[in-house]
């Protein structure tokens, strides 16, 4: 049987402290540390919360407004499906654990949302979808967050790879959590964190922990993900990551735009060859429109960071994000400016490789392996941009990000 400290060694050796918050809620009664930390689920202790809320004025932590509430839903599809929203003051939004703790809404205020309007309504509970429905594009029949991990044993398109069929995206967005905490930083800046534990296991073919964190602090216009991916298999194995953000009005309107420094841009199959002369603008709700892919790989600053923007059609509202293209060299721009009843939306996706099917990801070294025992890190950071001086200085950024360098179209490569 793996011991606890077993199961923790590599988190916490992949990133000192993180891994740790695991174990640190079996003493929070005897801690001296003033804050919040209040686990939600454990399946090691076999425990559940089905309703809690916290806010500043309970825990007295903090001197602006914040909430953390947590509630399980009822009715239809999502029928035991559990919701963490969070509110700083400024940016709210929701995690679901049931739902591998992908990012649900986000908004900064009722005039900005940040996500999208999907044909699925509910937060769907896993056991309402048939991974392999419609030839393996099942995935779909719960798609409807801002932000689904796609992988991660495997991701992208569906297909056959050898004797094993692959569906589109993975397992990783469908599998409950099976740890969840929420910490309050006591001490400035008072940070909040969502943490989980989602475990991709299957007999003969894989044995993956992914550590997940969402982190904000009250009053911010900021919103970071930090994730540990632990490979417990005794065997190397391969794995694929996309963090399939998508975003919808009002951000995304005719005339917005995709900023980004541009290394190369692969358009993902014909459809998107025909339309590369302006991939990274946007067409208002186009009826048969369908969708686009461009496959981007974009330049990093001197620390190996890059950041890439979606700016609306005036240039005074958008939303940034900000990674290390060492862990996730790939970028997947998704157009799917269809009507607004068909879920008009555009994903911006970093990712380890692009959505082709593994066998042409793997061909093309865009498949990477960890080690038995090893761990990876990903870390994201998404800003809302509020005012046109936003949208300039991130602008500004990407510029002297690509200055002296040149982008290009990659017209060769293989499309589907």
Not at 71 to 76: K, P
Not at 174 to 180: G, T
Request: net charge negative; charged share 20%; glycine share 12%.
């Amino acid at each position: 049987m793996i011991t606890m400290a077993r199961r923790l060694a590599a988190p916490v050796a992949a990133m000192a402290g993180f891994g740790a918050w695991q174990l640190q809620h079996k003493c929070e009664a005897k801690s001296e540390q003033k804050g919040v930390h209040k686990t939600l689920t454990s399946v090691n202790d076999n425990t559940r919360t089905e309703t809690w809320e916290t806010n500043e004025q309970q825990s007295g932590i903090g001197g602006l407004a914040w909430s953390v509430r947590k509630r399980t839903l009822h009715g239809g599809r999502q029928e035991g499906c559990e919701e963490i929203e969070v509110d700083n003051g400024l940016l709210s939004f929701t995690i679901l654990p049931t739902r591998g703790m992908s990012i649900g809404r986000v908004g900064a205020g009722k005039a900005l949302p940040l996500g999208w309007k999907s044909p699925v309504r509910e937060v769907v509970h896993p056991k309402h979808v048939d991974l392999q429905d419609f030839n393996g594009l099942g995935w779909l029949s719960g798609f409807n967050e801002w932000l689904v991990r796609c992988g991660v044993a495997f991701a992208g398109h569906p297909g056959k790879d050898g004797e094993q069929l692959l569906t589109l995206h993975g397992r990783v967005g469908n599998i409950p959590a099976s740890e969840v905490t929420v910490e309050v930083d006591a001490h400035h800046p008072h940070t909040i964190r969502v943490r989980g534990r989602v475990d991709e296991a299957m007999f003969k073919f894989a044995d993956w922990e992914l550590w997940t964190e969402v982190a904000t602090e009250p009053g911010s216009d900021k919103l970071r993900v930090h994730d540990i991916l632990v490979n417990r298999s005794s065997y190397e194995r391969e794995y694929q990551l996309i963090y399939h953000t998508n975003f919808g009005p009002p951000i995304l309107e005719e005339g917005g735009t995709f900023e980004a420094p541009v290394q190369s841009v692969m358009p993902f199959n014909a459809h998107a060859m025909s339309e590369v002369g302006t991939w990274q603008t946007y067409k208002g709700p186009t009826p048969d429109y369908g969708e686009t892919v461009y496959c981007v790989t974009p330049h990093s600053d001197s620390s190996g960071q890059t950041v890439v923007a979606l700016v609306n059609a005036a240039g005074d509202r958008g939303v940034s994000c900000r990674y290390s293209t060492s862990s996730l060299p790939a970028l997947s721009l998704w157009k799917n400016t269809d009507t607004v009843e068909e879920g008009y939306a555009t994903g911006v996706e970093p990712g380890t490789g692009f959505p082709f099917r593994r066998p042409l990801e793997r061909e093309a070294g865009r498949v990477p392996k960890l080690a038995a025992g090893g761990s990876v890190a990903f870390s994201l950071e998404w800003q809302v941009l509020r005012s046109a001086a936003a949208v300039s200085a991130i602008k500004a950024e990407i510029a002297g990000i690509q200055k002296g360098r040149v982008g290009t179209i990659d017209r060769g490569s293989p499309m589907l």
